[in-house]
């Protein structure tokens, strides 16, 4: 099977947004907000619709900082999965976890910080990418409100 998401990488005033999900002991982890393309949306739309619904964050495209590949296996055989990972600007501080997909605590981390508490390789990456992209727009004087 194959599966295509979209997330980002978000960032208020310097952090990451990052999400602890929790699921009866199977899964727990720090992770990026991401999430399944559905029919007739562009990867933007998702990467945008995603963030906001796992985290109430009303965010804005960057950047685009290229995708991430991995395999996992469910009852009846392995997903190839796909994550097209945008860079994105938070319009507020406010953030709140959608306890529907567990996630059970949601908030923004400096770039170490953030670096620590991610469990996946992939996502750190993207992470860094994301963070080298937005210095560099700072520089630029292209970040939004100079955050």
């Keep these: 099977m194959k599966a295509l ?13 990052l999400l602890y999900k ?9 992770v990026l907000p991401k999430g399944t393309v559905e ?18 964050v009303k965010a804005g495209i ?9 395999d996992f296996r469910v009852p009846g055989g392995r997903v190839d999965k796909k994550v ?12 709140k976890p959608q306890a529907e997909e567990y996630f059970i605590e949601a908030g923004y981390f400096s770039r170490n910080a953030a670096k620590f508490l991610l469990k996946f390789d992939d996502e750190l990456r993207i992470l860094e990418r994301g ?8 520089r630029l004087k292209r970040w939004p409100g100079g955050q």
């Design 62 to 70: 960057m950047a685009y900082l290229g995708f991430t590949e991995y």
């Design 22 to 30: 929790y699921k009866r002991r199977r899964y727990d982890a720090w």
């Design 5 to 17: 998401s979209s997330g980002g990488v978000v960032i208020y005033r310097g952090k990451a947004l």
């Design 39 to 56: 029919e007739n949306e562009s990867l933007e739309q998702t990467a945008l619709r995603e963030v906001e619904e796992e985290t109430g």
């Design 84 to 95: 097209h990972w945008y860079l994105m600007h938070a319009k507020s501080f406010f953030c």
């Design 131 to 138: 963070f080298q992209e937005f210095h560099r727009q700072k």
